[in-house]
């Protein structure tokens, strides 16, 4: 039962994220409700349904990841990298790749999540690797003008005192900065 519904959740989330520019930023409200809900369910202390968070987190995870790629990876050409430019705009690219890099880093092992501020920080490999990205993107020229953002981003997503109670300030941090002109975003600022 749970399973199911945790699939019925997925896949609404996980289909919502066909985007264009015009539509993208649609996509940190969906980002902003799917942490707010995965907080709820770990107060629950239920091994289980914490299981079932870490599932749902890794995959937005995965997709956001994909979503911050430069180029689409579906098709055979994307497949070899390839693929068309992607329709999404370079600041959403860099929203998309901080809040990869930040579950990342929040998700230390498929088994364990840091829902506690002040312990060291073990980065997986996984994570280091979301995090050098993370910080390369300041060095492309596409992202030149989101220099302060992308610092911003790796300084919040490296400090121990961040959590994955912390993942809605991330957001707002770049959603205040990136899009400050898009008013149905008010709700996560």
């Given at each position: 039962?749970?399973?199911?519904k945790?699939?019925?959740?997925?896949?609404?989330?996980l289909?919502?994220?066909?985007?264009?520019?015009?539509?993208?930023?649609?996509?940190?409200?969906?980002?902003h409700?799917?942490?707010?809900?995965?907080?709820?369910?770990?107060?629950q202390?239920?091994t289980?349904?914490i299981?079932?968070?870490?599932?749902i987190?890794?995959?937005i995870?995965?997709?956001?990841?994909?979503?911050?790629?430069?180029?689409?990876?579906?098709?055979?050409?994307?497949?070899?990298?390839?693929?068309?430019?992607?329709?999404?705009?370079p600041?959403?690219?860099?929203?998309?790749?901080s809040?990869?890099?930040?579950?990342s880093?929040?998700i230390?092992?498929?088994?364990?999540?840091?829902?506690?501020?002040?312990?060291e920080?073990?980065?997986?490999?996984?994570a280091?690797?979301?995090?050098?990205?993370?910080?390369?993107?300041?060095?492309?020229?596409?992202?030149?003008?989101?220099?302060?953002?992308?610092?911003?981003?790796?300084?919040?997503?490296?400090?121990?005192?961040h959590c994955?109670?912390?993942g809605?300030?991330?957001?707002a941090?770049?959603?205040?900065?990136?899009?400050?002109?898009?008013?149905?975003?008010?709700?996560?600022?």
């Open positions: 039962m749970l399973e199911e945790e699939d019925q959740f997925l896949s609404i989330v289909s919502s994220t066909k985007s264009s520019v015009k539509e993208e930023a649609k996509l940190f409200l969906w980002w409700k799917a942490l707010q809900l995965s907080l709820l369910q770990t107060e202390n239920d289980i349904l299981e079932s968070v870490i599932r987190l890794l995959s995870q995965g997709r956001q990841n994909q979503l911050a790629e430069e180029r689409l990876m579906s098709g055979i050409l994307g497949v070899i990298g390839l693929g068309k430019k992607s329709p999404l705009s600041r959403f690219r860099v929203v998309a790749r809040m990869s890099a930040f579950l880093v929040q230390p092992q498929e088994n364990q999540i840091r829902l506690k501020p002040g312990s920080l073990q980065l997986s490999q996984k280091q690797q979301a995090l050098n990205t993370l910080e390369s993107m300041a060095s492309n020229k596409q992202y030149m003008e989101y220099q302060e953002q992308l610092s911003q981003a790796s300084q919040f997503i490296k400090h121990p005192d994955l109670h912390d809605n300030n991330l957001l941090l770049l959603v205040n900065t990136l899009y400050p002109e898009v008013h149905y975003l008010d709700m996560i600022r």
